[in-house]
């Protein structure tokens, strides 16, 4: 007889990621949880609007806050797997999800953590300051889960493609498509890793209850998602039937504009340095701790930038 299917928790469910989880987790067949801030509810039409969705859909919605420890014990009681994507925004990402790291010991069955990544190798990464230090934190989180023997799977090592950088066709530091000129940092030759975020979803349900991924980094890097910024730009040139006069900011240029610009360029452009620059999506994988997904998963039809390109047109 086949096993149930694994019991899947979202903690962080109203966030960007974190809908896309509890749709990936829906979508393959888990019975799914949520755990949602009942004072979000009442204050967020939008998040309302979202959390009345889950509800159709037959979500069992759990209102709590990871700070509510007892709540949140019984809860993971219910359940196999946890999926966290609380925001690296947060000034306590690390205190929250210690919290949860915790209470999963205390519950004693809970199956596998996904901590909440989904970007670069934290472990791994050159990126300048103070991305360096935010992003640190989800590394600390990780050697946490280590030492506390917590089961988990990391997923990692691709930019969320929606997000920010597809939108705008590549480029940091401005609002959207290139109408007439196209920056790039760089000379746009270095590859990195652009995924949807439905797949990047699929993917990690998919990780969460497979042997091959416990205590495993999955490095996403499906083939049709990897690209240079100046092949991006060919096909946005071809999609639209039009030239763009490409723009190449040299690396001192965009140290000095993540030095000196102003703070709402400057994180766009530190993402860029180190993704669309440096390569820091692309870093080898280490086979003793590290697989990847579209390798393990051939089955998912994932979104190729190609196709993604033609959603922003
Ligand atoms: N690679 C990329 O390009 C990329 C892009 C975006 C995000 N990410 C990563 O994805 C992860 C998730 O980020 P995000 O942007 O999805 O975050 P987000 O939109 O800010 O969502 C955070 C979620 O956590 C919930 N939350 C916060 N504090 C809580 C608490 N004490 N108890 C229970 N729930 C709480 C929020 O609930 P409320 O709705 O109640 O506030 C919300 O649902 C992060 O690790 C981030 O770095 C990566």
């Known amino acids: 007889m086949a096993s149930a299917p694994s019991r899947v928790l979202v903690i962080g469910s109203t966030g960007y990621f974190g809908k896309f989880m509890v749709d990936a987790s829906i979508r393959l067949g888990h019975p799914t949880f949520a755990l949602v801030r009942e004072s979000t509810q009442a204050s967020d039409p939008e998040k309302a609007k979202l959390i009345e969705s889950f509800k159709s859909r037959g979500v ?105 950088f597809l939108p705008r066709i590549g480029q940091a530091g401005v609002s959207g ?55 991006m730009v060919d096909l946005w040139e071809k ?22 610009g102003p703070p709402d360029v400057r994180g766009s452009y530190m993402i860029a340095h180190a993704g669309f620059l440096k390569g820091q999506t692309m870093i080898d994988i280490d086979t003793s701790f590290g697989v990847e997904a579209s390798e393990l998963y051939p089955e998912v039809k994932y979104a190729s930038i190609d196709e993604l390109l033609d959603r922003s047109l």
């Open 60 to 164: 069992n919605l759990v209102f709590g806050d990871v700070y509510d420890k007892a709540k949140l014990v019984a809860t993971l009681k219910q359940v196999d797997i946890v999926i966290c994507t609380l925001s690296h925004r947060s000034p306590h990402l690390y205190e929250d999800e210690v919290m949860l790291i915790l209470a999963i010991k205390e519950a004693g069955n809970i199956k596998r953590y996904i901590p909440s990544e989904f970007g670069f190798d934290v472990e791994r990464l050159d990126i300048m300051e103070p991305a360096k230090s935010l992003l640190g934190v989800k590394a600390r989180v990780r050697q946490r889960i280590r030492e506390e023997g917590v089961p988990y799977t990391i997923v990692c090592g691709a930019l969320a493609a929606n997000w920010y």
């Open 177 to 231: 498509p290139p109408t007439d000129k196209v920056y790039i940092v760089g000379d746009g030759n270095t590859k990195v890793s652009l995924v949807g975020e439905e797949d990047t979803a699929t993917y990690t349900i998919k990780a969460a209850d497979d042997p091959r991924t416990l205590n495993k980094i999955m490095y996403l890097r499906p083939p049709g998602c990897v690209i240079t910024h100046n092949e």
């Open 239 to 260: 999609k639209t039937g039009k030239k763009f006069e490409r723009i190449y900011i040299p690396e001192p240029e965009v140290i000095k504009k993540i030095e000196e």
